[in-house]
C-alpha cells in the first residue's frame, strides 16, 4: 500500500511579504533602542576606547559628576575611597567645582582590564589654571560601565 503525502506549500508572496515585514519591525526596534542598550563593539566583551571616552566625558559632564553619576557610575571600591576622603573630591582630585572639563585620548589596558584618560579641570576666571589627573574605567563589558578609580597625582 502506497501512501500519499500532501506537502502545503505558502504562496511565495505572503512568505516574502512577512520577512520584509519582520525585517523592517527589527530595524525599527534596533533604531529605537538607547545608546547604552547597545553592546560592545568589541568581540571579546571588552568596552572600546571610544564607549570609555563618551562615558568619561557624560559622567564628568561640564563641572563634574552629578548625584545620579556619583551613586551608579561608579565602583565599589571608588565609593569607599569617596567615603573615606574629606575635604577633597576624590572623583574631581579638587575641593571645589570645576569651571569647564576635558576628557583626554582613552587607552586601554587589556591585561590589567581597565581604560584610561587623563581628565582635565579648568580653573580661574578665564580657564587659565587646569589640573590633570587619570581616571579609570572597567572594561568588562558584560557589565554595566563604571569609574573604577582615579589616580589625583597629577599627569602633566
Given at each position: ?50 564607549e ?21 557610575g ?46 582635565t ?36
Amino acid at each position: 500500500m502506497f501512501r500519499t503525502v500532501t506537502t502545503v506549500t505558502r504562496p511565495t508572496k505572503r512568505v516574502a511579504l512577512a520577512l520584509g515585514c519582520a525585517a523592517v519591525l527589527g530595524l525599527g526596534l534596533a533604531s529605537t533602542a538607547p545608546a547604552s542598550a547597545a553592546p560592545a563593539v568589541d568581540p571579546n566583551d571588552r568596552y572600546t576606547a571610544e564607549e570609555i571616552h563618551t562615558f568619561l566625558g557624560d559622567f564628568y559632564g561640564d563641572h563634574g559628576p552629578g548625584d545620579f553619576a556619583r551613586k551608579y557610575g561608579i565602583s565599589e571600591h571608588l565609593k569607599e575611597k569617596v567615603a573615606q576622603s574629606e575635604g577633597v573630591d576624590i572623583l574631581l582630585c579638587a575641593q571645589n567645582e570645576p569651571r569647564s572639563i576635558d576628557i583626554g585620548p582613552v587607552s586601554t589596558a587589556q591585561s590589567a582590564g581597565v581604560g584610561y584618560a587623563t581628565v582635565t579641570t579648568h580653573w580661574g576666571e578665564q580657564d587659565q589654571d587646569t589640573a590633570t589627573f587619570t581616571a579609570y574605567v572597567g572594561l568588562d563589558a558584560t557589565r554595566p560601565i563604571q569609574l573604577q578609580d582615579t589616580d589625583c597625582e597629577a599627569t602633566d
